[in-house]
């Protein structure tokens, strides 16, 4: 919580996003499909507004 105010005062809001997702491939009558692991790093301004200051997105074969 005391990070999160400081955060805020400073204007700048640090968010985390981890998510794990299946893609599915066809071609013709191969299918084929695999695990990802997707991980973003997000820097806002404070709300309400909300503006993205910088982003940092990867993703890795899980």
Known sequence: MVE???QVASNRID???ISKFTVKTVL???HYSYWLKGSCRLQLTSPPAGSLLS???T???W
């Open 4 to 6: 999160l105010r400081r």
């Open 28 to 30: 013709g009558i191969i």
């Open 15 to 17: 968010y985390e996003i």
């Open 59 to 61: 993703t890795k074969r």
């Open 55 to 57: 982003r940092n997105c």
